[in-house]
């Protein structure tokens, strides 16, 4: 990384106490701004945006039906067997194929933009399927959820 | 294959099924609404001019070896090293199959059968050997482990078998021309032919089809972060 | 009449009736004193439109129960009665019931007595933070059934819901309210928001819980309503609920993301918990039965529910504990053998 993108990085949201609790998307810090008159650019124009959730987002979960690895998604109620067999989520905390399937039953596309990066990390082992007591194939709707986060 | 006219038409088959399973292919991720990373790959690598091309291309290999072919991403980090070289094998098994048919064309193109003890031969019967055994390997686990059978995808068996039908028909048709069968060979030519198709018309629309999208698309990812890096 | 082939069953639930209808049945006379009007227990009082877990309608079951009960000659019904006092003869019982509209008092004498007081659902008013009573399109799972029974579940508007919540876990596992299990709201919350989905096919049904307690063979239901009817599980809980004038906007935390969610609904569930009623207590009082630290009647060892400690008096149903319609006609004919035993050693003055 460079030094410009360190210091864009920086400069945001650089007076909040305990910064790296607080996601850079969540902070708003404009440059210049005007309220009625008065000059409120800089630290006194900062805004952290709350982290709640606001909707549920169905339209997800009937795209990762249609694919055909994809469709006992719905079965999934959430025991974490998955991730406790899945040796990538011993590495990789970021990688829970539990967790994944439920942002995307719930539809957050919120935590699903935070957790792009880490989806492909999936071997195609299979533990994961053999270990699901409800038969939800979560090695398949990994696959399913590649593709899907590629687009969201 | 002694004679020219039936090794152009294997060429051609060869040619003609491959752009086949190239349309298959994109027919496949055009319905998943997802880019195609091929043309974004080969756009980024020579359409952008910020890096040199060395640097880029550097980039791109780095990650082929580290990600792909030491299997970093392809199940090194599954942990179970049975699963983990029977995908070895069959990943070598089948690029070197398909880099020694292509050698092979270019060296002999008539197909004149070279016999047990040449190199070339030794190194093409070694590949198949890898396929088979990489295929065998990976189907016979998902038999004997109960649970993983009976959550297995039939369509992922049917790949395995696949594969190793096309191994053993390949050595099958191979060691029938180094023993100088011409009628064996010619029936296993088409028993050959039989395994070719259904691999070109298979793979594009299994697992395969979609390892090589993300494939494709760890090598973009991986141009683009390189990119990203030298803003 | 013979004093020492009578028994006496307070309550006519499913517990309380099947236990008349086993008495009747071996030939002895049994005394029902029922402190509604309705024979049925909650079943009927509620409207419950059908049984989990397999959607059988509570006509099937109750029907038969009521109709043999009303038309047996040897079983005597006090309705809108309660049990106003008793006294131990050495072997029978003196039993006055009084007619709580007519204040009349009739005398009877039995040989045994069983209590199948039944249960009440909690008023979700005590809970103040779901707004029950105060908030519209906040109901119990008990308004729920009757609605389902008339087969339109409307808001107060009169408009169809389209987005439901259920909240479960209320007035239970909770120590400022109730702190035991009801053991079967869970199952019954999963029916209803089945039945809804056949009702409103393009509702979203929401449950929210914190454990999902569909015990034994009341698993499909949960299964069911995840694989076939589409229903979604958010694992959190529930912390206040404000009217925004047209929907209810829902503030929880959603346990599996780490995070606060806030959201709209058009109807809230809320799966109300089993408490001792007031029958329970009253006829606690009367009979001098030992009561547990819950307020439900506390049998002399806690696993078997027929035996209450006190002589000739047996304990049926879910005044012992919470549960489902099927576990309490069970106790009720084991309640029934047991004072029929009873009797008959008293009667023979067999030790």
């Known amino acids: 990384m460079t030094e410009n993108n360190n210091e864009k990085e920086e400069r945001k949201g650089k007076y909040i106490i305990e910064r790296e609790y607080v996601e850079d998307e969540r902070i708003i810090e404009p440059e210049k701004l005007d309220i009625g008159g008065v000059d409120a650019s800089g630290r006194w124009g900062l805004i952290v945006l709350p982290r709640v959730i606001k909707d549920f987002d169905h339209s997800l979960i009937d795209e990762v039906k249609k694919l055909p690895r994809g469709k006992h998604i719905e079965r999934c109620w959430q025991c974490g067997l998955c991730t406790s067999v899945c040796p990538v989520a011993h590495k990789e905390p970021n990688f829970n194929p539990r967790y994944f399937i439920y942002i995307v039953k719930m539809g957050y596309k919120s935590e699903i933009k935070k957790l792009k990066k880490y989806v492909y990390l999936c071997q195609g082992c299979g533990l994961c399927s053999e270990a699901c007591p409800k038969h939800v194939d979560p090695s398949g709707v990994m696959m399913a959820l590649n593709i899907l986060f590629d687009k969201v | ?231 | 009449m013979e004093k020492n082939k009578s028994v006496l069953v307070i309550g006519a639930g499913p517990a309380g009736l099947q236990a008349s209808k086993d008495i009747a049945e071996f030939g002895y006379r049994v005394i029902l004193v029922e402190k509604n009007s309705e024979l049925g227990g909650a079943p009927i009082r509620w409207k419950y439109h059908t049984l989990a877990p397999d959607f059988v309608p509570t006509e099937k079951v109750l029907g038969p129960l009521i109709d043999f009960v009303k038309n047996n000659n040897l079983i005597t019904v006090y309705t809108d009665s309660i049990v106003e006092s008793y006294e131990q003869k050495e072997d029978f019982f003196n039993i006055k019931i009084l007619n709580l509209k007519s204040k009349g008092v009739y005398n009877e004498k039995v040989s045994a007595i069983i209590v199948a007081t039944g249960f009440e659902h909690f008023n979700a008013s005590v809970d103040p933070r779901y707004g029950y009573g105060i908030n519209p399109n906040v109901i119990g799972i008990n308004e729920l059934e009757v609605m389902i029974s008339n087969g339109k579940v409307l808001r107060h508007d009169g408009k169809i819901p389209k987005r439901i919540g259920f909240i479960f876990c209320v007035g239970s596992r909770d120590r400022s309210t109730n702190p035991w299990c009801c053991t079967v709201c869970c199952g019954v919350s999963i029916k209803q928001a089945i039945e809804i989905k056949k009702i409103i096919p393009d509702s979203q049904i929401y449950m929210i819980y914190m454990d999902i307690r569909t015990v034994g063979l009341w698993e499909k239901l949960y299964w069911q309503s995840m694989e076939n009817y589409h229903i979604n599980y958010i694992r959190g809980r529930v912390g206040e609920i404000y009217w925004t004038g047209e929907k209810l906007l829902v503030k929880g935390e959603d346990t599996l993301v780490r995070g606060p969610f806030e959201a709209l609904f058009d109807m809230i569930v809320l799966a109300v918990g089993m408490e001792p009623g007031e029958g329970t207590k009253q006829i606690a009082k009367v009979l001098g039965l030992k009561v547990n630290e819950y307020g439900f009647l506390s049998p002399r060892i806690p696993n078997i529910h027929y035996d209450s400690g006190k002589d000739g008096i047996f304990l049926a149903g879910a005044c012992v504990a919470p549960m489902s319609v099927e576990e309490a006609i069970g106790e009720g004919s084991a309640a029934a053998l047991q004072a029929i035993k009873y009797s008959m050693r008293k009667a023979k003055k067999m030790p």
Request: glycine share 6%; hydrophobic share 50%.
């Open chain 2, 1 to 231: 294959m002694n004679d020219f006219p039936l090794s152009i038409f294997y060429f051609l088959f060869n040619v003609i099924l491959f752009i086949l399973s190239t349309i298959l292919l994109i027919i496949r991720i055009k319905r998943w609404g997802v880019s195609y990373p091929f043309v974004k790959l080969v756009k980024e690598l020579f359409k952008e001019k910020r890096l040199k091309f060395s640097s880029k291309l550097k980039a791109i290999i780095n990650t082929l070896i580290k990600d792909l072919l030491s299997l970093k991403r392809a199940g090194y980090l599954c942990e179970e090293n049975f699963h983990l070289y029977g995908r070895a094998l069959l990943i070598y098994g089948f690029g070197g199959i398909v880099i020694m048919n292509l050698i092979n064309f270019i060296l002999n193109p008539i197909g004149v059968p070279l016999g047990y003890l040449h190199p070339l031969s030794i190194i093409t019967y070694l590949f198949y050997a890898f396929l088979a055994i990489g295929s065998f390997m990976l189907f016979l686990r998902r038999l004997i482990r109960s649970n993983l059978r009976k959550t297995t995808d039939p369509l992922v068996l049917l790949l395995h078998l696949s594969l190793f039908y096309f191994a053993v028909v390949g050595i099958s048709f191979y060691s029938s021309l180094n023993s100088g069968l011409p009628f064996l060979s010619s029936i296993l030519f088409y028993i050959y032919l039989s395994g070719i198709s259904l691999l070109y018309l298979f793979l594009p629309l299994s697992e395969v089809g979609y390892y090589i999208w993300k494939a494709s698309m760890l090598l973009t990812k991986s141009l683009l972060i390189e990119h990203k890096s030298t803003e």
